[in-house]
T-cell receptor
Framework: AQSVTQPDIHITVSEGASLELRCNYS??????LFWYVQSPGQGLQLLLK??????LVQGIKGFEAEFKRSQSSFNLRKPSVHWSDAAEYFC????????????FGTGTRLLVSP | DAMVIQNPRYQVTQFGKPVTLSCSQT?????MYWYQQKSSQAPKLLFH???????NEADTPDNFQSRRPNTSFCFLDIRSPGLGDAAMYLC????????????FGDGTRLSIL
């Protein structure tokens, strides 16, 4: 069965420092992979997605992610974190059952220190 | 401008008292989803509509129902809410093409007294 693992529940990063959030997936076919961000009390906003092609994908707000098939990973990165990046980040795999069901990881809460 | 609107943002109901959450969209998308997100957990798909076709997830409790009277609106009905149903409920829409992005609303936070 498909699943997504985000091993870090919380991460604290200093403002201006680089960020990497880890995501590992389990899926038998070619995955559709997503990163979403959720600010407190709000819905999910898509940061970026990978369907095929270039394994390094660029997203909004300066985020990027790299798909590594050999490691079943899709880690999210940002070179310089801003205080406004503090939020919950969810990795998800799209299961193409005709409408693309999303299976989410349990999320990583990013805290940004001054 | 908000494209997926959920009302209300916060809903309080009593144990066992039916409650309805609503979602509307201005995108004219033919797919609408309802997700349940409990505190500190990942969103979990409850069901979705593809046009008028309703698709229930296998593990969605019978207590949860949905209606979609037209393209723009979708409702989540909880017939007899229990304490375990307290959660954020997220509505999302998607164009019918599999590769199109989903648009999420800001959610309704449901509390059970």
């Amino acid at each position: 069965a498909q699943s997504v693992t985000q091993p870090d529940i919380h991460i604290t990063v200093s403002e201006g420092a680089s960020l990497e959030l880890r995501c590992n997936y389990s899926y038998g076919a070619t995955p559709y992979l997503f990163w979403y961000v959720q600010s407190p009390g709000q819905g999910l906003q898509l940061l970026l997605k990978y369907f095929s092609g270039d394994t390094l994908v660029q997203g909004i707000k300066g985020f990027e992610a790299e798909f590594k098939r050999s490691q079943s990973s899709f880690n999210l990165r940002k070179p310089s974190v801003h205080w406004s990046d503090a939020a919950e980040y969810f990795c998800a795999v799209g299961v193409n059952t005709g409408f693309q069901k999303l299976v989410f990881g349990t999320g990583t809460r990013l805290l940004v220190s001054p | 401008d908000a494209m997926v609107i959920q009302n209300p943002r916060y809903q309080v109901t009593q144990f066992g008292k039916p409650v309805t959450l609503s979602c509307s969209q201005t995108l004219n998308h033919n797919v609408m989803y309802w997700y349940q997100q409990k505190s500190s957990q990942a969103p979990k798909l409850l069901f979705h509509y593809y046009d008028k076709d309703f698709n229930n997830e296998a593990d969605t409790p019978d207590n949860f129902q949905s209606r979609r009277p037209n393209t723009s609106f979708c409702f989540l009905d909880i017939r007899s809410p229990g304490l375990g149903d307290a959660a954020m409920y997220l509505c999302a829409t998607q164009d019918g093409s599999v590769n199109q992005r989903k648009h999420f609303g800001d959610g309704t936070r449901l509390s059970i007294l």
